[in-house]
């Protein structure tokens, strides 16, 4: 038995898009160690996308905006396979269309729409699969970490925030009838397909990997390693936390290199 123990245990993983992806990251460390993975996607089209990835594994279309779509996804995961350990949530989307702008310029409805898709969905969800996830399983989202304040990122910061938030209340909400653990893992700057879309991204990545105690930018695979942790039965003491993965970079403020750099004379 490995020390995980996730072998033949059956995952839900939700916001799979592309092979760079947290999502798939996660995935494929769950199948490395002998877990059935079973996923959500946004569309067909996006189902049509990844079928090279995932082969023969289930896959269920559900846009996470839509109620009605969660619910149903919750009643055809029950239905169809039954129980689930564990639950990834990795869904986050936010409108960038017209560009940077001030916080405070941010339109009400492009804050709700993301607010539904990138935190409540996941209250929506985890009501769904109540009766779905077992008594012990674990849920784990994908939030961020130091990186929140950052100007180009907007209005998704609080967000994510909001997210963080909704699991430590969901694990509470859930311990009056299971044992089931909802945490984050809140990683630092990430070099996916979906990031590329955040405006101004590329330079907050260069300067966050600078920011990193080894000087080496954080890689997706080691957010994808603690989220499966984090899944397993090794991690039961931890409930309603967020865990920050983002190689000691909020630690490192007055970084020896950056500094010099900053006072460098004009």
């Not at 990138?118 to 130091?146: D, R």
């Not at 925030?161 to 044992?179: I, N, V, Y």
Request: hydrophobic share 40%.
């Amino acid at each position: 038995m490995s020390f995980l123990n996730i072998e033949k245990k059956r995952f839900l993983v939700t916001g799979l898009s592309n092979k760079k992806s947290v999502a798939w990251a996660v995935a494929k460390t769950l199948m490395e160690e002998g877990a059935e993975v079973i996923f959500s996607v946004r569309s067909e089209e996006r189902k049509a996308a990844v079928s090279s990835l995932i082969g023969d594994a289930p896959v269920y279309v559900c846009d996470f905006e839509k109620a009605e779509e969660i619910q149903a996804l919750g009643k055809s995961v029950t239905e169809d396979v039954g129980t689930i350990s564990g639950l990834v949530h990795s869904v986050a989307f936010a409108n960038y269309s017209e560009g940077l702008k001030a916080f405070h310029e941010t339109k009400r409805e492009d804050f709700l729409q993301a607010t539904q898709i990138s935190a409540f969905s996941l209250v929506e969800l985890a009501n769904a699969l109540k009766p779905a996830l077992e008594q012990n399983a674990s849920v784990v989202a994908i939030g961020i970490s130091s990186y929140v304040t950052a100007a180009s990122y907007g209005y998704m910061s609080p967000i994510k925030m909001a997210l963080e938030g909704c699991t430590r209340f969901l694990a509470k909400s859930f311990s009056k009838d299971t044992q089931v653990r909802f945490n984050t893992v809140n990683a630092g700057p990430l070099k996916t397909k979906s990031s590329a879309g955040i405006p101004g991204y590329l330079n907050n990545y260069l300067f966050g990997e600078k920011m990193t105690m080894r000087k080496q930018a954080l890689k997706t695979q080691e957010v994808a390693d603690t989220v499966v942790y984090l899944l397993s039965e090794r991690s039961s003491g931890i409930n309603a936390q967020g865990i920050v993965v983002n190689a000691g970079m909020d630690w490192n403020y007055f970084d020896e290199e950056l500094v010099a750099l900053a006072m460098r004379p004009e």
